[in-house]
């Protein structure tokens, strides 16, 4: 296999029906109008040299290398900044153009340093391309001029350098950080020939509003601006085409490697997901997959205080096999479970629930999902009648009105927010629901229209004011709903109460009512207005109610079943979709079909040729109580850290301590482990062979660019230890699970390796109605029909602030850091985010005395950690906010045992705390985790 | 720092049957009965059945009355 | 009558080439020293740029002029009378519109400069202001702009592009939000006439400006100064806060259906900025930076609207054109360029100022006619037209008609007006070498050959005069030259050869190497 590198047709395509057709050396080329002679010529099949046009950018016209001879017009014009015109007649080669693109080569090469032989990326560099391609054999300017050959180098970025010496001034750079990534951190500062980039006000990148998205290092024609990774391992010589497993945007990337040595991560033109653009998580935060701290062998004990042992796999798998059987001889088939993981494959997902079923007897499956989105799943259920979001990222582009409610794009789904931030630059209008300002609310070029500031844990009540203005104002789509819902007049009595009104809601909310107002109007009135929503929304005791509420706010007003429109959750993990389109929830098979439904048991049974139970088996917490109260005692814990990530940590160590097998399957020992008997070495994504599912139902091939540094796939050991259970399970492949997910679930069944192959990626539902796939949902109807408005009551949380817990947590993502920080933590990325910090408004830091920086203690009637403190008016009076990327930081010890009423997800989003000055001690580990 | 606990079952049925109080009695219970089979382990709908005629549960009405519309709980 | 006792009207300009001067002395010393009360009215320059300070007196047979007057002459101009008019003293000239110099010219542009008081509301109506902005108002907007297309009025920044079909684009593109901007980033060496009517009539060209927005449908517009003309912005600034108060911008300006907003605003002293996408970057608070055309101006423009971007002496010529009618206008001047243009003579000259007049005026009666020849007194040797980027034409070409085609034709440019004028000592390698040089100091940074090419451009114009591999480094600064022409983005370096060919062209020794120093 060699690099894979995609054409680059010069500037961006353009949209639309109209054609224009043109000649070009010859050729006719039928293009859309708008167009550029560059990019029309490339389709033709005929490059023009070029070095600043790049087709993710629009055209800059600065290194004139493009220029062209059009007939009738004056002079040379830039192919890349003239649109095709009907019936013009273009040629690109002529003596005269040829003797000016060498003379601007000639000028280029002549502030150039001459160590291409030396140079790391000799052979991937268009400056040398170019030189070739316009025949450059002499520079008669010399080489003893006026040059920047002495300009220093900025490596302060920790993944790549700015080798200002070697820079051209094509601003590709600074194009990319502006249209692409949306940042405008990059900027040109001097005049003339002493232009040079510049990061922010001229300080170094990293002191800049640079986020590290690598835009700029993809967009660089030289080595300027150039991987680290690169100058020190050389050029890759094959790339092996996958998916990201960071969050749920699921964004494409060729994997360039060397050997079996990955030396850069490229974000993927041809992604769907993604279109070429990356973050800094998932374009160089890769280094995990190496790290030392991975355990690659298997390892066991009797009991959790005794040191680890390693032993052969085949030991521990029939150690697992033959205690699970024990167990459930002595406490019963339901004694038993398995927790999925959001971070690894369809297929070694569907293995875990697979043998959980069939082996287990039980439908003690749950998934990490649980405790992030499982609301969506039920919501969208009950509404629309399938557990996803209703669009491909694409449609937001079409969209007028952006409504984003408690997600943080630019910190969590980062290369999705440029796509959002894009538009909005277009001139897309924005709201935001969420206690804090994020960044969306202000940065460069963008401002929301309306910040809705509510207090958190009132979602439910704004939802319904909203709604309320909807109804009661005249601005519900009638047509929409007379032909495609059901229940709405009881919904519009419910809602139309005085109570819902936003004048009524004020209190609770924190939000001034004619913000509600307004906002619901730009919203209702929008020609395409869509909402895109995340954990914010989810994680909370009325999270699926409030899912629900927007679910009728989008009914109410139409704005379903179209581009530009929708409900959208934005997935926190990579594969949430999939682990939950799996089956891992206890109470649904593959595909969202409930466990009790005797047709569907009846596939799998005959597949399997086990008896399935028609009952739902324990949720995630329901695992914990009942192992607490000693009637659930073995667990298999897939790529999750449970203990840092659950809520409570206190009552999650408790249940585990409690039981007499944890097995945790992962990538490194973590705080969950320490409470393992047996631990079973993972995979990275650079090794699983697979797919993963983004937030959009696209299903996404992972493919392995190493083997297994393990010796084993992961489903392979799930089989394994379901065999030393007793139950024959084999595949000879991934390919073969996908393969019997497709039998055995109507909405994958088109889906192969195969076809994924052939054609990049699909959206389920993908079968012989949409082979190739479904980007958006619900366009001639409701997937359950008819969609169903549901009354959605605002329920307060039971976790109030109180004289002894004034202030409100809530808790969230940062930029460079993810989750639990396993993988994060252990890259360059921790050069932006060393420590969870507590951020508080300089009013509530006043009155307790506490300084920018100060150590404080964090209290909650639960638990107690402690952390710095960063003070921020971004905050609202009233809420703190942290994040949960450190263990030390042990932001969990706090949160509470309050859950969704419906899925049981917990509220991380509220919980009553107090905050007190500690005395200058560093940063400690939380006392429950101490232990 | 302790907290005093509700059985989990009995917090779990309340708060479900929250979200239905403005609904007709009647109507709420087969609701939240419907919602307790489809999301509810058996060992915990038994528990909540046995509890639900026990007086001073702790338990909503509206849970009360639908703990005794579900069926008995088999354990798997 | 004027008698003794009575209340004298004085002028003294406010003009800044007066003040640097000593105008405003001179207008301190008038009203100190005069003895009885007059009127000081600090007006615009009358353009006669070596008599300033230029005093005038307002007396029944018209203006008597003076000058140049030293604050120290006044004591005794006013002891000889001029206050009631007297002509004895040795500086008086007589009657200021017969100074000849003055009197052969055709100021249509400037025809209230040095007349009127600058900010006065009512000097500008009484002298026929508003009358164009009353005439548009009463037309559509189609029909103003069929007048300035039929006036023959071109650009006057230095493009000579047709204003009326520029404005036509404009009106005829789709869009809410449209922008008149007016560039007055005048940053070309030997060019002051924008930074003169603005100082001397700024009315003029916020009516020109309120025409323009009613012809294309504008409801916005800005005025972009260079940061180097105080004087000039305050006293636009004070004039458009009159034109507000007198009802003549805002909203329903003269009571019609137009509203139009004006705005000032200051460059950041970047010559690029001159050049009209660069300002609208710079207006739009970004780096002075070319944008490649298309898309142009008149439809993606000021924040991607539909703009008319045009000089000041463009607009500034637009109130006569819409006040006398086109036709009046177009039967000045000499084949496609019609009108006047307003010259502006500099550099080695002993009659420096601003000549307004038809096209077709020569080269030679430019320079020596109005200009009276070197102000040192030896031989001219060469004159450079256009600002810093036209060409360098010797004394054979005085014959040259002003006009855009005939200049085009010669290989050199009519531009903005400014004529400099250089006499027998000035080396013409280095002159050459300058304009490479400014163009390294003053590029954007954009484009490849203006950016790297201008400063090779100084190295190898070094290396010739050095006399290193004379005959090869001559063809690398003509492929050079070819390549800046024919390769830049922009006007800046596509113009920067025009100078260089123009000396190597009609001063060839010059670039003989330094070590003999024959052919002076």
Redesign the interface.
């Known amino acids: 296999m060699s690099l894979i590198k995609e054409q680059d047709y010069g500037t961006p395509a353009r949209p639309g029906e109209a054609t224009v057709s043109v000649e070009i050396d010859g050729k006719t080329v039928l293009v859309p109008e708008g167009t550029s002679v560059m990019r029309a010529a490339a389709e033709a099949g005929i490059d023009i040299p070029k070095l600043c046009a790049t087709d993710s950018l629009e055209p800059f016209g600065s290194c004139r290398l493009c220029l062209v001879d059009i007939d009738g017009r004056k002079g040379s014009p830039a192919s890349c900044t003239t649109p095709c015109t009907p019936g013009m007649k273009v040629r690109t080669q002529t003596p005269k153009l040829a003797e000016l693109r060498r003379g601007v080569m000639e000028l280029y090469i002549s502030d150039h340093p001459l160590d291409c032989l030396t140079c790391p990326t000799n052979g991937d560099c268009e400056l040398q391309d170019m030189a070739g391609v316009v025949g450059l054999r002499e520079v008669r300017y010399g080489f003893d001029g006026e040059n920047h050959l002495d300009l220093p180098t900025d490596s302060s970025n920790p993944y790549f350098d700015y080798d200002a010496s070697k820079c051209i001034a094509c601003s590709r750079c600074v194009r990319a950080c502006d249209e692409v990534q949306g940042t405008f951190a990059l900027t040109l500062e001097g005049r003339g020939f002493a232009t040079k980039i510049a990061a922010g006000a001229g300080g170094s990148f990293m002191e800049s509003d640079c986020v590290s998205c690598g835009a700029c290092v993809q967009a660089c024609p030289t080595a300027t601006l150039q991987e680290r990774t690169v100058v020190e391992l050389g050029m890759p010589t094959r790339s092996v085409l996958t998916t990201c497993a960071y969050c749920g945007v699921g964004c494409s990337f060729k994997a360039e490697l060397r050997g079996d040595e990955v030396v850069r991560m490229v974000p993927y033109k041809d992604g769907k997901a993604n279109e070429g653009h990356s973050c800094v998580k998932g374009r160089f935060a890769f280094g995990y997959a190496s790290h030392p701290d991975r355990q690659l062998k298997p390892m066991v004990r009797e009991r959790i205080t005794d040191p680890w042992r390693e032993v052969e796999w085949g030991e521990a798998v029939e150690y697992v096999g033959k205690r699970m059987l024990e167990i459930q001889a002595g406490h ?3 004694a038993i479970g398995g927790i999925t993981s959001s971070r690894c494959t369809n297929e070694e997902v569907y293995a875990v629930q697979k043998m959980v079923r069939a082996a287990f007897g ?3 499956v749950d998934t990490c999902a649980r405790v992030c989105h499982s609301p969506t799943g039920y919501g969208l259920k009950q509404t629309y009648g399938t557990s996803a979001g209703t669009q491909d990222f694409k449609s937001v582009e079409k969209a007028d009105v952006i409504l984003v409610i408690g997600a943080n794009p630019t910190d969590a789904h980062p290369v999705f927010a440029s796509r959002i931030k894009r538009r909005l630059r277009q001139g897309a209008k924005l709201i935001v629901a969420d206690p804090r300002r994020i960044d969306l609310v202000r940065s460069p070029h963008i401002e929301a229209q309306h910040h809705l500031r509510l207090m958190p844990g009132t979602n439910v009540a704004l939802i319904n004011a909203m709604a309320h203005v909807v109804v009661t104002e005249g601005l519900v789509d009638r047509e929409f709903v007379a032909e495609r819902c059901e229940d709405f007049d009881e919904w519009e009595r ?1 809602i139309s109460g005085p109570e819902h009104s936003p004048e009524a809601v004020e209190e609770i909310t924190g939000v001034p009512a004619a913000d509600v107002r307004a906002a619901t109007r730009l919203y209702a009135s929008a020609p395409n207005a869509t909402i895109m929503y995340g954990l914010g929304v989810t994680e909370h ?1 009325q999270g699926s ?1 409030m899912v629900m509420g927007m679910a009728n706010l989008a009914m109410a007003t139409g704005n379903i079943g179209r581009e530009g429109v929708g409900v959208n959750p934005l997935r926190g993990q990579n594969n949430v979709q999939g682990s939950c389109d799996m089956g891992s929830f ?2 649904e098979l593959p595909g969202y079909r ?1 466990v ?1 439904d005797d047709a569907v048991r009846n596939v799998f049974e005959t597949l399997w040729g086990r008896t399935l ?1 028609s ?5 995630i ?2 695992m914990f ?2 192992a607490i109260d000693g ?1 659930f005692r073995a667990l298999f814990v897939q790529g999750e850290d449970i203990v840092q990530s659950d809520p409570n940590t206190k009552h999650v160590t408790a249940a585990l301590s409690a039981m007499d097998l944890v097995v945790v399957q992962d990538l490194f020992l973590n705080e969950t482990s320490k409470y393992a008997h047996v631990f079973l070495p993972g995979t990275s994504f650079l090794e699983k062979d697979g797919t993963f599912t983004n937030a959009e139902r696209r299903i996404n091939r992972v493919r392995p660019v190493m083997a297994p540094k393990t010796g084993k796939h992961e489903w392979q050991i799930v089989c394994e230890i379901a065999q030393a259970m007793g139950y024959p399970m084999k595949y000879d492949d991934a390919a073969q699970i996908m393969d019997e997910i497709a039998i055995t679930t109507p909405t994958f069944a088109g889906v192969s390796f195969a076809k994924l192959d052939q054609v990049g990626s699909v959206q389920w539902p993908c079968n012989d109605n949409a082979p190739e796939g479904t980007p958006i949902m619900h366009i001639d109807g409701f997937v359950r029909g008819r969609g169903r408005f549901v ?1 959605t ?1 605002y ?1 307060p949380t039971k976790e109030r602030s109180t004289r002894k817990f004034p202030l409100i947590l809530t808790t969230g993502r940062i930029l460079s850091q993810y989750n639990v920080g396993a993988q994060t933590r252990r890259t360059g990325n921790s050069a932006w985010h060393p420590e969870d910090l507590l951020e508080m408004h300089p009013h509530d830091a006043e009155v307790r005395g506490v300084r920018d920086g100060d150590t404080v203690s964090l ?1 909650s ?4 950690t402690s952390l710095r403190v960063k003070i921020d008016d971004r905050m609202p009076v009233g809420v703190v906010y942290t994040t949960f990327h450190h263990p030390v930081t042990g932001a969990n010890v706090v949160t ?2 309050h ?1 969704d ?4 997800c917990p509220e991380y989003k509220v919980t009553a705390v107090e905050v007190a000055l500690r005395n200058p001690t560093p940063a400690t580990a939380a006392p429950a985790m101490a232990e | ?1 302790t ?1 005093t606990h509700t059985p ?1 079952h009995i ?2 049925a309340n ?2 049957s ?6 007709d009695p009647a109507a709420a219970a087969q609701e939240i009965a419907q ?1 307790i089979q ?7 709908r038994a528990k909540l059945i046995a509890d639900a005629g026990a007086p001073g549960s702790g338990l909503d009405p509206l849970a009360v009355a639908a703990a005794a519309l579900l069926p008995p ?4 | 009558m004027t008698a003794s006792g009575q209340v004298a009207t004085v002028y003294v300009p406010r003009d800044s080439a007066a003040r640097s001067v000593g105008a405003d002395e001179v207008a301190d010393a008038v009203a100190a020293q005069a003895g009885r009360p007059v009127r000081v009215v600090r007006n615009g320059s009358r353009g006669m740029l070596w008599l300033e300070p230029l005093v005038e007196v307002e007396t029944p047979a018209g203006r008597i002029a003076y000058g140049p007057v030293a604050p120290e002459d006044v004591e005794g101009l006013v002891a000889a009378g001029i206050l009631d008019g007297a002509t004895g003293h040795p500086l008086c000239l007589g009657p200021t519109e017969d100074i000849d110099w003055l009197r052969d010219q055709t100021r249509v542009t400037f025809a209230r400069v040095g007349v009127v008081d600058p900010v006065s509301a009512e000097d500008y109506v009484a002298h026929g202001g508003l009358s164009g902005l009353r005439r548009a108002l009463s037309l559509s907007p189609a029909q103003v702009v069929a007048e300035v297309t039929e006036s023959g009025l071109r650009g006057r920044g230095g493009a000579g592009f047709p204003a009326g079909i520029k404005w036509k684009t404009v009106l005829e593109a789709g869009s809410e939000l449209k922008f008149v901007c007016c560039n007055a980033d005048e940053g070309d060496s030997g060019t002051f006439a924008d930074r003169m009517l603005m100082e001397g009539d700024p009315f003029t060209l916020i009516e020109g400006m309120t025409i323009a927005a009613w012809a294309v449908g504008a409801s916005e517009g800005y005025i972009y100064v260079r940061s180097e003309y105080p004087d000039a912005i305050d006293t636009l600034r004070a004039a458009i806060g009159t034109a507000y108060d007198q009802g003549w911008l805002g909203k329903r300006v003269l009571d019609s259906e137009l509203s139009f907003d004006l705005f000032v605003r200051v460059g950041g002293g970047a010559y690029i900025c001159g050049e009209e996408t660069s300002m609208l970057e710079s207006l739009e608070g970004k780096r002075g930076m070319v944008r490649a055309k298309p898309p142009i101006p008149a439809l993606e423009g000021l924040f991607g609207k539909p703009t008319v971007v045009n000089n000041v002496l463009t607009l500034g010529s637009v109130p006569m054109i819409l006040a006398d009618g086109p036709a009046a206008y177009a039967d000045l001047g000499v084949g496609r360029s019609r009108g006047t243009q307003v010259f502006q003579l500099g550099g080695n000259i002993a009659r420096g100022g601003i000549v307004e007049t038809a096209f077709g005026i020569t080269l030679g009666d430019l320079v020596g006619r109005y200009g009276g020849g070197t102000r040192s007194g030896r031989p001219v040797r060469a004159v450079q037209v256009g600002g810093p980027l036209g060409a360098y034409l010797p004394t054979s070409r005085f014959d040259l008609p002003m006009d855009y085609e005939a200049f085009a034709a010669a290989d050199a440019m009519v531009g903005h007006g400014g004529v400099v004028v250089f006499d027998d000592t000035v080396d013409m390698a280095g002159q050459a070498r300058f304009a490479m040089e400014f163009c390294a100091a003053e590029s954007c940074g954009k484009c490849t050959p203006c950016r790297v090419g201008a400063v090779r451009g100084v190295e190898v114009i070094d290396r010739i005069v050095a006399g290193v591999d004379r005959e090869k480094n001559l063809k690398v600064l003509g492929d050079l030259c070819d390549l800046m022409t024919e390769g830049s983005l922009c006007a800046m370096g596509g113009l920067t050869p025009m100078p260089v060919k123009s000396a190597l062209a009609h001063f060839p020794d010059d670039f003989a190497t330094t070590t003999t120093e024959e052919g002076r």
Do not use: C, K, Y
């Not at chain 1, 009952?615 to 949720?619: A, D, S």
């Not at chain 2, 929250?18 to 609904?23: K, L, P, T, V």
């Open positions: 019963g088939a339901g039980n439908n003690n419910f005791s109610t206890p109470h409930h009790s139970q009952e739902p088996g324990l949720r917490p329901n109580d009942a009637s009354d009551v329920v209290t009637r639960v638990g107690e509470t045992e859950s009423w419906a899925t049981n | 720092m907290t989990p917090r779990l708060e479900i929250a979200q239905f109080q403005q609904r919602h489809s999301f509810w382990d058996p060992r915990m709980a088999v354990h798997g």
